[in-house]
């Protein structure tokens, strides 16, 4: 979640939304992502809205965030009036959800049942920090409810980890994985990061090695991206380390594909790889396929229906509006069909399932096939399915088809 928020349409504060975009609420799938914007401390390649004080004022605070949570469940209940809407998927990320107590975090999702009604298949996600979990908190994590978890590993390498200043060590990731397993969590995420500044081919394949041996079902692994404001953004522009080189980073995607399919895991999105479909993330698929969802949290993102909103971003400002009865929200927009239309293939084109051929200019995807973008035989069958070397120029390939 971008540190920086966009502007907007005003949204009224009872946040009301169109008629237009409540038409249908349940009917397609829906879940809940619940910011939690408090951390240990800051990475120095992270620009999201996090915080690391625990008092911020304002009832912008650790010990108060959870019944703040809570307030904009409710508010949600009473924008989206009697609809049945039941929840399929909630995804707590952050920040660290993990440095909240996990009563917290049940506490939350206890309101989402309450007012909702959870699924009962429903996926429910929490990131988590390494170093901010142990065996106590994952069992109670697990017997209220949270069956999926995220673990932000990173790197295995020491060097590399104090360029992105992680503060967990090496081995730590792989411990709170065989935690996260004996605590009953049947489905674990590694979250990796290749491109640092220092990384080496060899130190890459040590990290994928290292998060491989302990078997998680689901890996993420995604390119560094050195955001404006950040240390280091600045430590790039002092020249103390290098620009990530774009070349580096194309061999190290290849090494990735490379090593996570031969573990047996399966690309399903651009940087994600599952051991087979029940492993696949449902939350971040529903991004990626047009669904609703309700961002909880300051400078959280909602859409439903077509309509886009963001929250104010500090704690103590979201609490306040809150308090007030409120809607927290900062702005909003309205999609058009032609908006609708364009995102819907910037989403589904980065999926292995694809996007439908007859939906895009001919001339254009043909000319894909040809440059060796678009799996032939998916073509054949009326879908476009990006090749590998597709997906290295995936963004070149949707510009070119929208």
Known sequence: MPSVLPEGDAVPVTGELPATAVEGVGERPFGFYVHVPFCASRCGYCDFNTYTATELGGGGSQAAYAETAVAEVR???????????????????????????PEDLARVLDAIDAEFGLAGDAEVTTEANPESV???????????GINRISFGMQSAREHVLRVLDRQHTPGRAASAVREARAAGFEHVNLDLIYGTPGETDDDWRASLEAAL???????SAYALIVEDGTRLAARVRRAEIPVPDDDVMADRYLLAEETLTAAGLRWYEISNWAAGDAARCRHNLLYWTGGDWWGVG???????????????????AYAGRLERGHSPAHAREILTEDDRAIERVMLELRLASGYPLDLLDPRGAARALADGLLEPAAYASGRAVLTL???LLADAVVRDLT
């Open 75 to 101: 508010l949600a209940r009473a924008v989206l009036g009697d609809a049945d809407v039941k929840v399929e998927t909630v995804f707590f990320g952050g920040g660290t959800p993990t440095l909240l107590p």
């Open 213 to 219: 041996a302990v078997e998680p079902d689901h890996v």
């Open 298 to 316: 300051p400078g959280a993102h909602s859409h439903v229906g077509g309509v886009r909103w963001w929250n104010v971003k500090h704690p103590s």
């Open 389 to 391: 070397r597709g997906r």
């Open 134 to 144: 142990g065996p106590r908190e994952l069992e109670v994590l697990r017997s209220r």
